[in-house]
């Protein structure tokens, strides 16, 4: 019966330890999933205003000498930070006649707004 009685204890244990397992990663999923969602917006439609009419909106170059941003994917191996120095500076086209000027020809644009394009580039690039 002692016997008994602690291993029930212990089922009850580890029962809870496991839901509270559980309830934690479901609460970091929620969590991941709101800070994606929340970086959506902001970033696509930057994207969507400022870089669409070289890159294209699926990101696959929307003109001659700008190659495509998803079967490419060199790019995506540098830092956020780097990609956004990138971004400011601009970037000399290797093969053809359109060279991408500093922020995309927007000098408006801050460095926290090119941090979101960056943040919805990725997403992109992931989902295609
Ligand atoms: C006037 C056209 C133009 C605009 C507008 C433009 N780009 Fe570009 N972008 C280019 C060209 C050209 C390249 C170089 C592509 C190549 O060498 O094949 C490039 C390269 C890039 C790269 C590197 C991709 C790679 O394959 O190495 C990124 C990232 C990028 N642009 C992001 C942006 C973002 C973000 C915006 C908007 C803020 C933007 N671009 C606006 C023309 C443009």
Request: some cysteine; aromatic content about 4%.
């Amino acid at each position: 019966m002692v016997v008994n009685d602690s291993l029930c204890c212990d089922r009850q244990m580890i029962c809870t330890f496991i839901s509270g397992g559980v309830l934690v990663v479901a609460l970091l999923l929620v969590d991941a999933y709101t800070v994606v969602r929340a970086e959506m917006p902001a970033g696509k439609s930057l994207y969507e205003n400022n870089c669409v009419v070289c890159h294209g909106h699926d990101g696959e170059g929307a003109m001659p000498g700008v190659r495509s941003m998803i079967s490419n994917r060199l790019w995506t191996k540098q830092s956020d930070q780097e990609l956004v120095a990138m971004i400011i500076n601009g970037v000399e086209s290797t093969d053809g006649p359109v060279s991408m000027p500093p922020k995309g020809g927007n000098p408006a644009l801050t460095e926290e707004q090119i941090h979101s394009i960056v943040n919805y580039l990725r997403i992109l690039v992931d989902n295609n």
